[in-house]
Nanobody
C-alpha cells in the first residue's frame, strides 16, 4: 500500500507562486510514476502534470505549460509542483497520484487527499 500526503496549498494573489509537495510512504515502495491532477468546483478532475520514476519523462497540460514545473527527489520519495504566474482559474483542489505505470490519464492507483489552492484576482 502506498500513502500519499500533499502539502503546500494555500491562498495566493494572481501572479504569485506556490510549491506543492507530495510525500509517498509505505512498505517497500515500488518505482512509481507520479502525477498531479486538479479539480475545481463544479468541474471534473483534470490532468496537470506527471513525471516518470526516473524523472526523464514529464508531461504537462497546455493550460499550465511554461508556468508549472514538476520535479522529484527519489531519496525523499517526494514529488514537487512549482507553480508560477498563478491565475484565478488555477484555483482548485490539487491531488497527487502515483502508479507503477506512467500516464497522463486519471488511472493512477494511489491518490492523496488533496490540497486546496486558491488564487485571488
Amino acid at each position: 500500500q502506498v500513502h500519499l500526503a500533499e502539502s503546500g496549498g494555500g491562498l495566493v494573489q494572481a501572479g504569485g507562486s506556490l510549491t506543492l509537495s507530495c510525500a509517498a510512504s509505505g512498505d517497500s515502495l515500488p518505482k512509481l510514476a507520479m502525477g498531479w491532477f486538479r479539480q475545481a468546483p463544479g468541474k471534473e478532475r483534470e490532468f496537470v502534470t506527471a513525471i516518470s520514476w526516473s524523472g526523464l519523462t514529464t508531461s504537462s497540460a497546455v493550460a499550465v505549460k511554461g508556468r508549472f514545473t514538476i520535479s522529484r527527489d527519489n531519496a525523499k520519495n517526494t514529488v514537487y509542483l512549482k507553480m508560477n504566474s498563478l491565475k484565478p482559474e488555477d484555483t482548485a483542489v490539487y491531488y497527487c497520484a502515483a502508479d507503477r505505470v506512467y500516464s497522463t490519464q486519471a488511472q493512477y492507483g494511489f491518490w492523496g487527499q488533496g490540497t486546496q489552492v486558491t488564487v485571488s484576482s
